[in-house]
C-alpha cells in the first residue's frame, strides 16, 4: 500500500496554480458519506480553506485554497472524520461507482460493496501510472468504465422459457438496441445486437424472461482526456471473490511492467497484454473449473 510521506508528499495534496495554496483531496470510496463526515469536511474548508469545496469527477470530494501550514492539522482532522487525504499521482486513486441495485432500476451488480472491497486492497498502491477504477452496474456505463485504467460492467443474459412466450411485444418496446423483434408469436432474440443489459427480463409482465447469467466484464487500458480511448475486453468472471482476484492481477502486472511518463492505454501492446489476457484466462479457468475461457 501506500508509503509513509510526509502529509506535504500525499497524493492528495495538489499545489495549485498560485503555489503558495494548495487543493486537499478526500478519500471517499463509490463517493459515499454519511451527513456527519460531510459536516465535518464543510467545517474544516471553512476553518482552513476559502469555506468553499469542490465535487470532483471521481466523486470525492476538495477542500481548496489551503494553506500548507495548516496541512498537519487537516490531515489528523481529517483522519478523525474517517474521510482521509486522498491520491491523485501515479497511484490506485479514488474508485468510482454507480448507484448499483441499492438504488438503481437498471443495475445488475452490488457496485457500492465492490467499490469498497477494491478500495479497501488497492486505495493508494504506489504505481508507474496512475489507475483509475470505475464500476457500472449496467451497461448504460454512467461512470465510464471504459474510459477507466480498469472497468467494471455488470451484465445479464437473459433466458427466454421456451412455450410460454405470448408474444405480447414489450420486451421489444423496452430493448434500446433493437435486438428483439416478434416472429410468429414468439420474442426473438439476436444475441450479435444484444449488450446484455437485462431491461428486457425486468419488462416482461409475466415474468418469463430469466436473467440467465449475471456477470462482470472487465476492461482494461481506457483513458479520458485530450485523446480518448476504450479500454479492451480482458474478460468475464461470475463474482466479486474473482473480480477482486483479476483485479489484484491487472494492478500487480502493471506495477511490474508499466513505465512511467506513458499512460497505461498507450503501452498494453508493449506490455504483452494479449498474452497476460490468455494467461490470467487459463489461470481463472483452472481456478473455476469452468470449460469456457470466455465467462469463468
Keep these: ?118 478500495d479497501d486492497k488497492l486505495f493508494g498502491k504506489e504505481m508507474p501510472v496512475k489507475m483509475r477504477i470505475a464500476i457500472s452496474g449496467c451497461p448504460n456505463a454512467c461512470t465510464s468504465p471504459m474510459l477507466n485504467e480498469i472497468g467494471i460492467i455488470g451484465r445479464i443474459r437473459p433466458l427466454r422459457t421456451p412455450g410460454l412466450c405470448t408474444g405480447c411485444g414489450t420486451c421489444v418496446e423496452y430493448c434500446k438496441e433493437r435486438a428483439i423483434v416478434v416472429k410468429r408469436g414468439i420474442s426473438v432474440l439476436d444475441p450479435a445486437k444484444c449488450v446484455q443489459c437485462g431491461v428486457c427480463v425486468r419488462s416482461c409482465p409475466f415474468d418469463l424472461l430469466k436473467a440467465d447469467d449475471r456477470h462482470y466484464l472487465i476492461l482494461v487500458g481506457g483513458r479520458r482526456g485530450r485523446h480518448p480511448r476504450i479500454g479492451r475486453e480482458l474478460m468475464e468472471v461470475e463474482n466479486e471473490e474473482l473480480v477482486i482476484h483479476v483485479i489484484e492481477k491487472i494492478v500487480n502486472w502493471v506495477y511490474r511492467r508499466a513505465w512511467s511518463g506513458r499512460l497505461l492505454s498507450e503501452q498494453l501492446d508493449d506490455l504483452q497484454f494479449e498474452k497476460f489476457r490468455k494467461d490470467i484466462l487459463q489461470e481463472i479457468t483452472e481456478k473455476t473449473g469452468k470449460t469456457d475461457p470466455a465467462a469463468v
Excluded: W
Design 1 to 118: 500500500m501506500r508509503t509513509t510521506f510526509g502529509v506535504h508528499m500525499k497524493g492528495g495534496v495538489i499545489t495549485e496554480r498560485d503555489p503558495d495554496f494548495c487543493t486537499v483531496r478526500i478519500r471517499a470510496a463509490a463517493g459515499i458519506m454519511s451527513v456527519e463526515q460531510i459536516r465535518g469536511i464543510a467545517a474544516i474548508a471553512k476553518k482552513y480553506g476559502s469555506g468553499i469545496i469542490h465535487c470532483t469527477t471521481r466523486q470525492t470530494i476538495e477542500i481548496p485554497h489551503v494553506d500548507p501550514k495548516s496541512l498537519k492539522k487537516i490531515e489528523k482532522l481529517l483522519e478523525k472524520n474517517g474521510t482521509p487525504i486522498g491520491s491523485e499521482r501515479d497511484e490506485v486513486v479514488n474508485i468510482i461507482a454507480c448507484p448499483g441495485v441499492s438504488r438503481c432500476k437498471f443495475a445488475n451488480i452490488d457496485t457500492i460493496h465492490l467499490a469498497k472491497k477494491i
